[in-house]
């Protein structure tokens, strides 16, 4: 379906275009397919002109926003000299990122080694490689229903409430109003019955992303833990959308209290450049031999030298302070939207992520489109409606109150025009 919006001739162009050379699959659907010339802070530009108030960091990615000055400047130091790829080498800069990043995660003792990926499904299939490595005679692969950890191998298989894979079993999340702790501790101790011995790992997701952000109650987590533990099973936290703040905290682990045996890293890691890791318990770490791990891209120059200009900024510019500062503002904005339309049926989330559920599919669709067309110059970018109803709302960290207040005169503004 090739998208074309009222004047914008080169956008249209461009989107035409992009039509006879890219195949569909690569992108996910939105409305708006904006084509965007720059980005600057918290703004987006389209190459015809119209600037657009950020709600997403990419895909939760660029937490410190866009073109960040001392960002850019620290990434060129860190690389410099190097080359792009140190395959077969070592580089100062690889075991600078890797111990200043696992310190980091001092909150959690488990947090002792780790291993690169390029990509978040990598991270987590890596996490997992080492659990099934380690308990070779276990097979079964229990996952929380309706997570999402990628499309690739191992994560593919665990994402979802169904699976291609006959070794993966799924146990309820809770979804809206959660169920008596006793309800998932049946779920799990009939699962622990039915396979002794045989559960290689539980991976689960902080808080339900993909699936219209659904954040569970702490102790849920802490469940998971107390089971994992008491049956001596590697429990993963897939922190690939959550890490670097997004939560209020560096880490979800910490906002949900539980000290995860393998954490997954992605996304916000590395402000946009591609990176990822897993972290986690050296005896699972090393169970993968020279080379069971390893592939072109893992641990990329670019990718150390973003993770630490990341951390040089977080420190800096105490950004997961910020970050929590901003969410207040955030769900304030959220609620006056909740308020002021009765096609909004919920706002859900922490810290700097949430979801607005809005009655139905199309809604969610419009919404999208008249939050980009606000004004005439003027709009808010959204994620295309990838959750159904929900939308996502992810913007930077650094999003400063005008901005706010920006953002919701346009919603206010460009919604009024959505059909109730
Ligand atoms: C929680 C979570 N895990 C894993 C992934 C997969 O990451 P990638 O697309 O980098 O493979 C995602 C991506 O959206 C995610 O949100």
């Known amino acids: ?37 720059k980005a600057r802070g918290r703004h987006l530009y389209t190459v015809d002109g119209r600037r657009l108030v950020d709600f997403t960091s990419g895909v939760l990615v660029q937490n410190l926003g866009y073109s960040h000055k001392k960002f850019e400047r620290y990434f060129e130091r860190h690389r410099k000299n190097l080359p792009r790829n140190t395959y077969n080498m070592v580089s100062p800069l690889h075991v600078k990122a890797s111990e ?83 309800y998932y501790q049946a779920e799990l101790d009939a699962l622990a019955a039915e396979f002794p011995g045989q559960i290689a790992l539980l991976i689960t997701e902080p808080y339900l992303g993909a699936k219209g952000s659904y954040h569970p109650p702490a102790w849920y987590h802490q469940l998971l833990q107390a089971w994992c533990n008491s049956h001596d099973i590697p429990f993963i936290f897939d922190e690939v959308q959550s890490c670097f703040g997004r939560t209020g905290n560096m880490y979800a682990f910490e906002s949900y209290g539980v000290q995860p045996d393998l954490v997954v890293l992605g996304k916000g890691l590395a402000n946009g450049e591609p990176a990822a890791a897993v972290a986690g318990r050296a005896d699972l770490i090393d169970v993968l031999k020279y080379g069971e791990g ?17 951390l040089d900024v977080f420190e ?14 955030l769900k304030a904005v959220l609620e006056i939207l909740a308020k002021s339309f009765d096609f909004i049926t919920e706002v859900r989330g922490e810290g700097m992520v949430y979801g607005i ?7 969610a669709n419009q919404c999208v489109l008249e939050a980009y067309r606000a004004t005439k110059r003027k709009g808010v970018h959204f994620l295309g409606p990838l959750a159904g109803k929900v939308l996502r709302v992810s913007p930077p960290l650094t999003i400063t109150n005008d901005e706010l207040e920006e953002a919701l005169a346009l919603l206010k503004k460009g919604w009024a025009r959505v059909a109730t």
């Not at 559920?357 to 809604?363: G, R």
């Open 357 to 363: 559920e809005m009655k139905d599919d199309a809604t």
């Open 1 to 37: 379906m090739l998208i074309q919006h009222e004047n914008e001739p080169l956008g249209n162009a461009i989107r035409k275009a992009m039509s006879n050379c890219i195949g569909l699959g690569q992108s996910t659907y939105t409305p708006t397919q904006m084509v965007v010339a």
């Open 316 to 329: 800096e510019e105490k950004i997961v302070k910020c970050a929590r500062k901003a969410g207040k503002k």
């Open 100 to 182: 200043r990043l696992l310190k980091t995660m001092k909150n959690n003792p488990n947090a002792q080694k780790l291993l690169w990926a390029a990509s978040g499904s990598e991270g987590v299939q890596k996490a997992m490689w080492t659990a099934l490595k380690r308990y070779p005679h276990r097979n079964i692969l229990a996952a929380t229903r309706f997570g999402f950890h990628g499309k690739k191998g191992l994560a593919g298989d665990v994402t979802g409430d169904a699976s291609p894979n006959p070794n993966v079993r799924f146990i309820s999340f809770p979804l809206g109003e959660p169920q008596p702790a006793a």
């Open 294 to 310: 390893s592939d072109t891209y893992s641990g990329a120059t670019s990718a150390c030298a973003a993770v630490c200009a990341a």
